[in-house]
């Protein structure tokens, strides 16, 4: 047989998937997996969805010989050892000036180490977000490839063409920098997902418990939104699970899912990454909090039983609230909440691009997520269009049509907050996220007493907004003698 023109080792769900992309697209493409049924089962996947053109190989060396040199390589294989062996098995075939790209969820700084080992051998790496799940690798993901540029080149014409491809701005891929910057910026994407995913949460939440609405009143209210602002995958696929029957029972399937979400790790790096860097995150971090006390379920129960007397089911029972005003408030507030949440990830990724010196475009971020990826949305237009009005924009809250939006939206989102604390709701990315607006429109914070706590009991000095220089006072001095 011709030689293939790219190969793709590890062929769980999204490997099988990218393939069958890549090779949709008209590209010849080899597949590995160490468990050789796998192989098989892509290949015949291959025939039935188009004879497409895949060669499925049971043997690392048989696979790696089989691809046009010089040879590119996409791993999709679990983060961590499994990558590392996936390399020390293929790199023992390959030749200098082969690629090898990693398109899992890895930590960048992984990726960076393997770059550096690559070189040494005469090979060149890539580390690649991939997002938009099973459906994205099948018909078109945001693609995220960081590290060597030369790599990058050799496959930028089967990248442009496998990925999402949206009309008015083109694919959803870009080279997004040196080192480890793509798994970065799919590590923080991830991180905004995570906020998403709960601000939405939050929004039903308050629909449901508050304005007492039904699962059928809930797919009518989420598909309207879907058509306005709030446009995106995941506002989509929330009112496609509000319709989903129960095949097992009766009612709705979202009433029979078990209130305890899973993760992976990316939501915690990122906010990990927010401290080390020292950017507020706080949507972000409820979400994840979210997360930790949902794994808490027995723990709640029992505590449901210990504050059942509390007062707050006499609240829920309480006066009908006006429902058409409740559902256009929490629309709003959901927005607003949204706009931080995203001004928190951009602000991340434009903190760590300083401290790198990967030079990442905000703006050209905010188009490759446009489709394919699962935060795409409409609203991801508009985060383009402010960061190419003003590249150095310090945050997405003072572009001049957001800080509008905001403005706009500040009451009802109040309101919502408001109403959830006095129903006993929490809302925490919701009310994080108002947290975060009303501190950063402040010229002046609270910071100042604490400052003089930390001088008080540790001696660290402090400025002052009257003249310049550190000072120091001996505050329990001058208490102690205050009060003789």
């Known amino acids: 047989m011709a030689l293939t023109r790219i190969g793709l080792a590890g062929l769980a769900v999204m490997g099988q998937n990218l393939a069958l992309n890549i090779a949709e697209k008209g590209f010849p493409i080899s597949v590995y997996n160490r468990t050789t049924s796998k192989v098989d089962e892509t290949v015949e996947r291959a025939k039935v969805e188009g004879n497409l053109p895949v060669y499925g190989f049971h043997d690392p060396a048989s696979f790696v010989n089989s691809i046009q040199k010089p040879r590119v390589i996409i791993m ?8 590392d062996q996936t390399i020390a098995t293929l790199s023992a075939h390959l030749e200098k000036g082969d690629c090898i790209i990693d398109g899992g969820n890895e930590w960048y700084e992984n990726t ?38 030369e790599a990058y080149k050799y496959i930028e014409d089967i990248l442009l063409k496998v990925a999402a491809q949206v009309p008015d701005s083109g694919p959803c891929v870009t080279y997004i920098g040196k080192g480890g910057s793509g ?81 992976k790790g990316t939501g915690k790096w990122t906010v990990q990454q927010a401290a080390e860097l020292s950017v507020a995150a706080p949507t972000i971090a409820a979400s994840l909090d979210s997360r930790f006390l949902s794994g808490r379920k027995e723990e709640r129960v029992e505590a449901a039983k210990v504050f059942q007397s509390g007062g707050f089911s006499e609240v829920l029972e309480s006066e009908p609230v006006d429902k058409a005003r409740l559902i256009d408030d929490v ?25 790198k010196g990967w030079d990442l475009k905000l703006g050209e971020l ?32 003072v572009d001049p049509e957001f800080a509008k939006e905001i403005l706009d939206r500040q009451s009802a989102w109040r309101r919502v907050v ?39 009991f540790g001696a660290h000095t402090y400025e002052r907004v009257d003249m310049p220089g550190s000072f120091h006072t001996e505050w329990f001095k001058i208490a102690k003698q205050s009060k003789i």
């Open 76 to 83: 999709l294989v679990k983060a961590g050892a499994p990558v």
């Open 183 to 263: 798994n970065f910026v799919k590590m923080v994407h991830n991180g905004i997902e995570y906020g998403d995913m709960q601000l939405i949460a939050e929004a039903y939440d308050v629909l449901k418990s508050v304005g007492k609405l039904t699962n059928d009143e809930l797919q009518h209210v989420f598909s309207g939104w879907n058509k306005g602002e709030l446009l995106s995958f995941l506002i989509e696929i929330t009112a496609d699970i509000f319709g989903v029957k129960d095949d097992k029972g009766d009612g709705h399937l979202v009433d029979k899912v078990l209130d305890k979400t899973g993760m």
């Open 366 to 397: 905010a188009r490759i997520w446009k489709g394919g990826c699962i935060i795409r949305a409409i609203f991801l237009d508009r985060i383009k269009k402010a960061y190419d009005r003003n590249p150095e924009l310090s945050s997405l809250l």
């Open 112 to 149: 960076e180490r393997r770059e550096k080992e690559m070189a040494e051998l005469g090979l060149l790496y890539l580390g690649m977000g991939v997002s938009g799940g099973e459906e994205g690798a099948r018909n078109g993901p945001s693609l995220m490839p960081g590290g060597s540029y």
């Open 418 to 456: 408001c109403l959830a604390i006095n129903y006993g709701i929490s809302t925490p990315g919701m009310s994080a996220s108002l947290a975060y607006f009303d501190t950063y429109r402040r010229e002046r914070v609270p910071a100042n007493l604490v400052q003089a706590q930390r001088d008080y």
């Open 331 to 355: 629309r709003q507030a959901l927005y607003a909440s949204k706009i931080c949440s995203y001004a928190q990830g951009m602000n991340l990724i434009r903190a760590k691009s300083t401290e």
